[in-house]
């Protein structure tokens, strides 16, 4: 089984973390830009934490046999401090990177007008940068939020089909699937989606332009929710290809519209170092 996790945050992962994804089938992953916990102060902090994951989160997922992209934003927490409103003019210069597969996340958290603003600017840089867009929606007053972020897709002129709005429920999926756009699921231990309600929108909704995710970070969560998912779906009656194109094809036909995504490379176990960590230079 190959999995592609398409929203995860291995930056607050452990790198026990990306062996055990290996373990599971897991080849190759795409990490968005977030809003990290503590907030920032200035853009520098946002452009090293790009070059982060430009540059040793592909290397540190590499050396277990993980191929790393990414997607670059201002995310929507953030764009409500006007010390981060520079990022804006620092992204053009970054989504000209060969790993940037996307634009994101972008979007909404509380659906103020400094969101919508900076919302309206990253999918202008997406046209710009002819990127696909990965979309926040809120986890308050969803619905509210997934029916004005397709409104605000809608004006900037994007095809619905370089836009995957994440993040989705039993509540929200309808109108995007209406939509075109892609159709992204968060699978929780506790909050958003669970392995048995994904599998049950599977069912109603069927496997075309669906992306589940695991959207770990320094929250509870889990790297391995994909991998139950897929199992899931297995014992639900699905079989094999459905698995392989809700949780392989549908990532890779989505990130692949940017024309930069390659899966040749870290798709090999990586070699052991006689050592309790990663290779180091």
């Known amino acids: 089984m190959r999995i592609f996790d398409p929203h995860i945050h291995m930056s607050s992962r452990t790198t026990d973390d990306y062996q055990r994804m290996h373990a599971a089938g897991v080849r190759a992953v795409v990490e968005p830009a ?3 916990g503590q907030p920032r102060t200035s853009v520098g902090s946002f452009l090293d934490y790009f070059d982060a994951l430009l540059g040793w989160e592909p290397y540190r997922a590499a050396q277990y046999g993980i191929r790393h992209h990414c997607a670059l934003a201002l995310n929507p927490k953030e764009a409500n401090d006007p010390r981060c409103a520079g990022v804006l003019a620092e992204l053009p210069r970054y989504l000209l990177k060969d790993s940037v597969v996307a634009v994101g996340e972008v979007g909404y958290d509380s659906m103020t007008a400094a969101e919508e603003r900076a919302f309206e600017a990253q999918l202008a840089l997406a046209r710009e940068n002819d990127l696909p867009v990965l979309v ?4 308050r007053d969803k619905a509210a939020g ?3 972020t397709l409104h605000v897709v809608r004006d900037a002129g994007i095809p619905p089909e370089r836009v995957l709005i994440d993040h989705l429920n039993e509540p929200t999926v309808g109108m995007v699937a209406d939509s075109g756009c892609w159709m992204g699921f968060s699978i929780y231990p506790d909050t958003k989606m669970d392995p048995g309600r994904m599998v049950a929108l599977l069912k109603e909704y069927g496997t075309s332009r669906m992306l589940v995710n695991s959207a770990a970070d320094w929250g509870r969560s889990d790297p391995l929710k994909t991998r139950e998912v897929a199992d899931a779906m297995l014992a639900a009656g699905f079989g094999d290809d459905d698995v392989d194109q809700v949780l ?9 519209q940017s024309g930069r995504l390659s899966l040749e490379a870290g798709t090999e176990a990586a070699p052991d ?3 309790n960590t990663i290779k180091r230079g």
Do not use: D, E, I, S
């Open 146 to 148: 997934t029916r004005r």
């Open 273 to 275: 170092y006689a050592g």
């Open 136 to 139: 926040h929606t809120p986890h």
């Open 248 to 256: 392989w094809r549908n990532p890779v036909a989505f990130y692949g």
């Open 34 to 36: 977030f809003w990290l």
